[in-house]
């Protein structure tokens, strides 16, 4: 039986297993829409904006490693999809974006809501498609999920035309995919691996620093037994929090721009880095010419061989996947014979252990204004340490990656290379819609939040019980700490000024809303909104607005040139 | 350092947008780009000459190969090459120029294509130095037009780039 480009469109979702599909409709998509109604095996969200979708799509794959799906019509549809996709392409997150374009005899013709989607997309997504024939839907969207979820994942797009979504043709759905000119790796070279034990076990000063490959291979339990078995002390990206136990002794904290002292000053003093899934971000290093040190041997796993050696050269590659590598050093080191020199080590950890007592994260703790930080350690301590946390971009951004202590993977969702503000609110959405019942908090500024703010009405339509923690400082807080530190406290534009009543806002979006102005009553109200396990509470804390982010390495600086408390 | 890069890929609508691309968007710098397909109508063959360090080189081998369309890369200057750019180069050719043109397309190999009573065409072919060799050469106030197809390279004996 002949099925129409939409009805194909559906059942190649189905194939995939697809659950939940975030989108929002228009002129270009509304045979594929038409489809939506007639079955219920796909679930649509309707979102209240694309950028809201796709946001969405990216954090219920993250939360669940499922490929996130979403679906925008042509034009301002597709453009509103763009900052989304091109988060999710910065973090390497499996998506595939379907859109819908005007007609195929229309396409150049500057025809309504027609852009070049393909084009506009094109540096932001690892691939994309434009499908002209209505037989090429099946194969196209076959091929957007395997390369969505293969090798170093990312979003894919898939243009598709009004017109062929009427076309008619055959339905087959390929059992499998294979392309001649991708063919991702998985395992390391054995001979590099085993190059790289010998380095790790004659090193002196050791030091495991991993990203968000970790996560993305799910090869936290590994990378755990890997650290607990050399004894090696471990430090995490921004993108690679839980992916090694935060209340794990040997772990160092988050290392970079606002990493903590010991994690800095171990990854710049070490001799042999052993770097997982991490991209030496300019964000994590600071200035490679101050993060050279002639004196330490670098090991780097990651399977995009252009991540290796692209800021850093480093001396023993290895391409594959993080969990493949990682499972075959642990066999061979279970079969070898040989340990690192221990006294070694412990001298090495007693100097460690020396930069911890810096106790760079400290903060006033007495004080009589909310602390954000102290925000956050209640909120761990409310949520047992078991709560999936979004975030938005800025200060609030650091303090929750300092603050709560991740010992799973996918708990931490948030937008590290792209930096979004508006990721938060939709993130936890999808994060929500992939673990019904589960705690999900998330932790934002009263400017982000207000990029994506009408997610609210999405969150109600589909009982969402997101707990929203606004660390509100009435700043753009980060821009307001640069201007302070390196702008001669020009607060340029970065005071948020008439801001909205947001306990009223949330009631009006039919939510619970609180303000929260004391230090005491701070786990009270934490309490208090998590045991309303139907309803989506915002918490509107009002914190200390001249808090800054410490440690902080400055631009252009080296990871051993912090600034500190 | 000059590089020439050999790639093939998928010839599909597109393809060649990503490449070029690539190279806007890292930054990368491009001296010339010249595709075709192969004698299998489902592969285009790239030929880029471009200019960086070592680890530039290295970063764009590795993007290249990044793009889902890409099949194969290589770096020619890796190994024993030859490299060959092909131009038509119109020039004035009245009683004062004819002979000397004719001369000068003798000595750089060139053939005259195409011969108007005012100007001469001249079809050359030959390593890019030896085509910017030849412009120098000639009075400049004879060129009246150039078109280059940008370099092609092919690797020696058996050195191969093939599927
Ligand atoms: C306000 C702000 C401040 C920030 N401050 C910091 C900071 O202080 N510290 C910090 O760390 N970051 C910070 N960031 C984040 C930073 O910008 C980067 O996003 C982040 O450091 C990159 O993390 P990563 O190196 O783990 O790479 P990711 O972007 O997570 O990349 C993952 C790497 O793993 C590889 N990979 C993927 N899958 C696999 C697999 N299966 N097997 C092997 N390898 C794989 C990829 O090829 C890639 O190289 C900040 C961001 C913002 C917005
Ligand atoms: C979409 C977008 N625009 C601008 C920025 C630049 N930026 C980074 S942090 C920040 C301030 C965020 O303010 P707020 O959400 O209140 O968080 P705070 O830093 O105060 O905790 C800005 C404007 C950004 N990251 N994203
Ligand atoms: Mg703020």
Known sequence: MELTGAEIVLRCLQEEGVEHVFGYPGGAVLFIYDEFFKQDKVKHILTRHEQGAVHAADGYSRSTKKVGVALVTSGPGATNAVTGIATAYMDSIPMVIISGQVP??????????????????????????????????ASTLKKAFYLASSGRPGPVLVDIPKDITQHKTEFVYPESVSLRSYNPVTKGHPGQ?????????????????????????????????????????????LMGLGGFPATDGHFLGMLGMHGTFEANMAMQECDVLI?????????VIGNPEHFYNPSRKIIHIDIDPSSISKRVRVDIPIVGNVRDVLQDMLKMLSSSREHCNPAELESWWKQIEEWKSRDCLKYDRGSAIIKP??????????????????????????????????DKPRRWINSGGLGTMGFGLPAAMGVQMANPGAKVACVTGEGSIQ??????STCKQYHLPVKIIALNNRYLGMVRQWQEFFHGNRYSESYMDALPDFVKLAEAYGHVGMRIEKPEDVEGALREAFALKERLVFMDFITDQTENVFPMVPGGKGLNEMILV | MRHIISLLMEN??????????LFSARGYNIESLSV?????????????????????????????????????????????????????????????????????????????????????????????????????????????????????GIGRGNRMLRI
Not at chain 1, 193 to 206: C, D, S, V, Y
Request: charged fraction near 25%; aromatic fraction near 6%.
């Open chain 1, 275 to 283: 770097a997982i899934g991490a991209r030496f971000d300019d964000r």
């Open chain 2, 36 to 152: 075709a397909p192969t004698e299998d109508p489902s592969l285009s063959r790239m030929t880029i000459v471009t200019s960086g360090s070592e680890d530039v080189i290295e970063q764009i081998i590795k993007q290249l190969n990044k793009l889902i369309e890409v099949i194969k890369v290589i770096d020619l200057n890796d190994g024993e090459h030859i490299e060959r750019e092909m131009m038509l180069v119109k020039v004035k050719a009245g009683e004062a120029e004819r002979e000397e043109a004719k001369r000068m397309a003798d000595i750089f190999r060139g053939r005259i294509i195409d011969v108007s009573d005012q100007s001469y065409t001249i079809e050359l072919t030959g390593t890019v130095a030896k085509l910017d060799a030849f412009l120098a050469a000639i009075d400049r106030s004879w060129i009246l037009e150039t078109v280059r197809t940008g370099a092609s």
């Open chain 1, 193 to 237: 691996i085993r190059r790289a034990l010998q380095l790790m076990l004659e090193a002196r000063r050791p030091m495991v620093y991993t990203g968000g490959g970790v996560i993305l291979s799910d090869a936290a339990g590994e990378l755990t037994e890997f650290v607990e078995m050399m004894n090696f002390p471990c430090t995490n990206t």
């Open chain 1, 104 to 137: 195929t005899p229309a396409i150049g013709l500057d025809a309504f809501q027609e852009v070049d989607t393909v084009g506009i997309t094109r540096p932001c997504v690892k691939h994309n498609f434009l499908v002209k024939d209505v037989k090429d839907i």
């Open chain 1, 373 to 406: 930080q102290m925000v956050v350690e209640k909120l761990y301590d409310v949520t047992e340490g078991d709560a999936f946390v979004t975030s938005d971009v800025g200060q609030h951004q650091m303090w929750a990656a300092q603050f709560y202590k991740f």
């Open chain 2, 12 to 21: 599909e609508a597109g393809a060649l947008s990503r490449v070029s691309g």
């Open chain 1, 451 to 456: 990029m994506c703010i009408q997610e609210l």
